[in-house]
């Protein structure tokens, strides 16, 4: 059985912030699968250089939108741990993933030895 690093108190906080950043989330994702951008309008009037800029802004809206969808996973998963008594868990170690960490990504999955070693075998970097 893992060792539990976090106060009540502590994952109470946590999933004040969970909770949070779920309902931030859920709007943003709204607004971007919604969008309704006035460039857009007009874009069929311009030139072959706007539609290339044009493409790059769907695309991103696109990334922008698969990566909260992905976010939105991790925080219900994450709040669902937080009820059944797993939360702050390393899901590759099961350490304890510690508050620190929680309060910077309250979503993570895995302590931060283990998204380290994760990363560097998948050679992604996060950038974070
Ligand atoms: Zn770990």
Redo the contacts with the bound molecule.
């Keep these: 059985m893992a060792q539990f690093a976090l106060t009540s108190a502590q994952i109470e906080d946590l999933k004040q912030l969970l909770q949070d950043r779920k309902r931030l989330l859920k709007v943003t994702l709204n607004a971007e699968l919604h969008v309704e951008d006035p460039t857009h309008a007009s874009i069929t009037a311009r030139s072959d250089a706007d539609w290339t800029t044009a493409d790059v802004d769907a695309d991103t809206l696109i990334a922008n939108a698969e990566r909260h969808s992905v976010a939105l996973l991790d925080i219900t998963a994450a709040l669902e741990k937080v009820s059944d008594g797993c939360y702050g868990v ?6 304890a ?1 510690g508050y620190a960490r929680l309060l910077a990504y309250p979503s993570a999955r ?2 931060l ?3 380290r070693s994760a990363e560097t075998r998948s050679g992604m970097k996060s950038g974070s």
């Design positions: 390393c899901e590759a170690c099961g350490e993933i895995r302590c030895a283990c998204q």
